[in-house]
């Protein structure tokens, strides 16, 4: 596998989370729509703010690469953001990729939108996949999203129940509607299993400050901020930055919920995992492999393609004993799922 120009590492909150980061350089590309030819084919992604090593979304997009590099045996390629980096690092990212003859080429996360617009015009011969958006539309792009309130109302569910205190926390990364969709779901499950209960909510930063998805020092500090208010139960929706929040919920023998992978199982957070109670999965990966495989198979994806519950696409993870243990808690989240599948409770997408 070959990643683009690594430029950086990024230093986090506490040492047993350090993570690295890299760059996307080099030049900058001509516009071409005729990529360059290859005997082997290649695929690329390029990652969201965090990067890989995020222990979270970025990782999952990553797995779903190395899958396919070991069951369709192609050559895959990776392209990092820089800090504070604007559309037009995007697009030359994109470029890039596109005219080296990666096909498909997916942009990892919302912000890509206005860049894989303009790319995928360029290049009307190459798939683009852009995870978590449906604003940009074309023959050539597959939008893959997830009905992520859906989960965030089991990881709601699992959170009155453990809870002791009744009061538990929800920490977005920045406050965009993506994010507010697992706000909405989070506090639609907390309450309608536990109607008294508290859900102490904060967002890290605000658009277009996108710090809160990459920083841990702030996801730490609002965590220490809930728990000092009584949360035992805190549930971070924001990327490299909930790795804070982890941290500093187990600090204090709390329970922290994971998202977008199991974070129970992610190496980075090992310290932490007998408090990582649950995580709100979403199949990043299997998206990535899907859209990967569908171009080499001659039928591209195209247009939206979602993952609901009923696919299994989101979905709560059961890798901690201490959470298979919590018969109340998996009965009411089972149960929970049933119902939403079968329509009997629709989740609210916003608060």
């Given at each position: 596998?070959?990643?683009?120009?690594?430029?950086?590492?990024?230093?986090?909150?506490?040492?047993?989370?350090?993570?690295?980061?890299?760059?996307?350089?080099?030049?900058?590309?001509?516009?071409?729509?005729?990529?360059?030819?290859?005997?082997?084919?290649?695929?690329?992604?390029?990652?969201?703010?965090?990067?890989?090593?995020?222990?979270?979304?970025?990782?999952?997009?990553?797995?779903?690469?190395?899958?396919?590099?070991?069951?369709?045996?192609?050559?895959?390629?990776?392209?990092?953001?820089?800090?504070?980096?604007?559309?037009a690092d995007k697009v030359q990212r994109l470029t890039?990729?596109?005219?080296?003859?990666?096909?498909?080429?997916?942009?990892?996360?919302?912000?890509?939108?206005?860049?894989?617009?303009?790319?995928?015009?360029?290049?009307?011969?190459?798939?683009?996949?852009?995870?978590?958006?449906?604003?940009?539309?074309?023959?050539?792009?597959?939008?893959?999203?997830?009905?992520?309130?859906?989960?965030?109302?089991?990881?709601?569910?699992?959170?009155?129940?453990?809870?002791?205190?009744?009061?538990?926390?929800?920490?977005?990364?920045?406050?965009?509607?993506?994010?507010?969709?697992?706000?909405?779901?989070?506090?639609?499950?907390?309450?309608?299993?536990?109607?008294?209960?508290?859900?102490?909510?904060?967002?890290?930063?605000?658009?277009?400050?996108?710090?809160?998805?990459?920083?841990?020092?702030?996801?730490?500090?609002?965590?220490?901020?809930?728990?000092?208010?009584?949360?035992?139960?805190?549930?971070?929706?924001?990327?490299?930055?909930?790795?804070?929040?982890?941290?500093?919920?187990?600090?204090?023998?709390?329970?922290?919920?994971?998202?977008?992978?199991?974070?129970?199982?992610?190496?980075?957070?090992?310290?932490?995992?007998?408090?990582?109670?649950?995580?709100?999965?979403?199949?990043?990966?299997?998206?990535?492999?899907?859209?990967?495989?569908?171009?080499?198979?001659?039928?591209?994806?195209?247009?939206?393609?979602?993952?609901?519950?009923?696919?299994?696409?989101?979905?709560?993870?059961?890798?901690?004993?201490?959470?298979?243990?919590?018969?109340?808690?998996?009965?009411?989240?089972?149960?929970?799922?049933?119902?939403?599948?079968?329509?009997?409770?629709?989740?609210?997408?916003?608060?």
């Amino acid at each position: 596998m070959r990643r683009i120009t690594r430029i950086a590492t990024v230093g986090i909150a506490s040492a047993a989370l350090a993570l690295s980061a890299t760059a996307c350089g080099g030049k900058k590309s001509s516009d071409s729509s005729s990529p360059s030819s290859s005997a082997e084919k290649s695929v690329a992604i390029a990652y969201d703010i965090g990067g890989r090593g995020d222990q979270s979304f970025n990782d999952a997009a990553y797995a779903g690469l190395q899958q396919a590099e070991k069951d369709l045996q192609v050559k895959g390629a990776e392209a990092e953001p820089t800090d504070g980096e604007g559309e037009a690092d995007k697009v030359q990212r994109l470029t890039e990729l596109a005219r080296k003859g990666n096909n498909p080429v997916i942009g990892v996360g919302f912000s890509y939108a206005p860049a894989i617009k303009k790319v995928a015009e360029k290049f009307p011969k190459t798939t683009f996949g852009i995870i978590d958006d449906t604003s940009v539309t074309a023959p050539n792009i597959a939008n893959l999203v997830f009905n992520e309130e859906q989960g965030s109302y089991l990881a709601g569910v699992a959170a009155a129940k453990a809870s002791k205190t009744g009061t538990v926390g929800f920490i977005g990364g920045v406050e965009v509607p993506l994010i507010k969709k697992f706000e909405a779901g989070f506090t639609q499950g907390v309450k309608d299993t536990n109607p008294n209960a508290k859900v102490l909510t904060q967002y890290l930063t605000q658009p277009p400050n996108f710090d809160g998805f990459a920083k841990p020092d702030l996801g730490k500090a609002a965590a220490e901020g809930q728990l000092d208010k009584g949360a035992d139960v805190v549930y971070a929706a924001a990327g490299l930055a909930g790795s804070g929040a982890i941290e500093a919920t187990a600090a204090k023998g709390k329970w922290a919920i994971g998202v977008d992978s199991d974070q129970y199982n992610q190496a980075g957070l090992a310290k932490y995992k007998d408090h990582i109670l649950t995580s709100v999965t979403k199949q990043v990966s299997l998206s990535v492999f899907n859209l990967i495989k569908s171009v080499q198979d001659g039928k591209p994806e195209s247009g939206e393609v979602r993952y609901g519950l009923d696919k299994d696409g989101v979905g709560l993870a059961d890798s901690n004993p201490e959470y298979k243990k919590m018969a109340d808690v998996v009965a009411a989240v089972e149960k929970a799922k049933a119902d939403i599948i079968a329509k009997k409770i629709t989740v609210k997408t916003a608060p």
